[in-house]
């Protein structure tokens, strides 16, 4: 069942996924909401709504074995909520599978971090579970937490892979044209736009402060998130949910701790209504 108002071409293709129809690459590999979900709105409302809650529990508990506490470990929460990139576009809102797999990537990240055998093997086990709603997952997980075992959960979608069939087409030539030349999508889309501050930096708001003397783990997990845009049509959406939980940590601990409180306020109210795409 569609929405009344408008929704995007990938929020079309999950429910068509969850209707029972084929969808194409890499769509085919995000099984597991729309098989969960089906065609529901409301059932895509409640976890929608429950990611949040998941997000901001599993970003504390990551930012708290961290070293965070206090003002610190509530700003590394709020400043990832409150990307415009983690909200996401209108026209995905609730069917989206980017919010539920950052949520789990970071409850994933947050256990294998702990260092002991049972949490790794959670985590493992969560980052695979996420792997079935965005292939991705394994990867962001790996360079979260700048570990390579996080990279298991990659058996999920290579399954996958080897037993589902795409659809050849979507019915739309555009979406079609997308998924066959990615690249050529991804400079067309993004043409005259890559020295656009307001695009490309802008939304970042106070997490900005994370590249601050950055670690090279910073510096390789920010490098890899935009070096997406060039398979990839959106942008803010796309490298904040590879970077904004690094970010988000980074600034947490860079920015002094009597300047958090307003840190926190302007991330909520940024000034500007930056685009969430």
Not at 46 to 71: D, E, K, P, Q, R
Request: with cysteine.
């Amino acid at each position: 069942m569609f929405p009344s108002r408008p929704i995007g071409p990938d929020a079309r293709r999950y429910l068509n996924a969850g209707a029972g129809h084929s969808v194409t690459r890499p769509f085919h590999l995000r099984w597991l909401l729309p098989a969960l979900l089906g065609d529901s709105i409301r059932r895509w409302w409640f976890v929608w709504l429950g990611s949040w809650i998941v997000l901001a529990i599993a970003t504390g508990f990551w930012a708290y074995g961290s070293g965070l506490a206090g003002w610190r470990l509530l700003a590394a929460i709020a400043f990832l909520v409150a990307l415009p990139g983690i909200l996401g576009p209108v026209v995905s809102i609730p069917v989206s599978v980017d919010l539920p797999a950052t949520a789990l990537t970071i409850a994933g990240v947050a256990l294998i971090a702990t260092g002991e055998t049972p949490g790794i093997i959670l985590g493992v086990i969560i980052l695979t579970i996420g792997a079935m709603i965005r292939e991705t997952v394994p990867v962001v997980a790996a360079l979260l937490a700048w570990n390579p075992i996080a990279l298991l959960a990659l058996v999920a979608p290579a399954v996958c892979a080897i037993v589902r069939t795409p659809a050849t087409t979507s019915g739309v030539a555009e979406w079609d044209d997308i998924t066959a030349h990615p690249i050529r999508a991804g400079i067309k889309y993004h043409a005259g736009r890559w020295r656009d501050a307001r695009l490309m930096v802008l939304p970042w708001g106070v997490c900005l402060a994370g590249l601050y003397a950055p670690t090279p783990r910073i510096v390789v997990i920010v490098l890899v998130a935009y070096l997406q845009l060039l398979v990839a049509t959106d942008t803010v959406r796309i490298v904040q949910h590879v970077a904004g939980p690094a970010l988000s940590l980074a600034a947490a601990a860079t920015i002094p701790v009597e300047w958090l409180p307003l840190a926190i306020i302007a991330q909520i109210f940024w000034f500007i209504i930056p685009e969430r795409i």
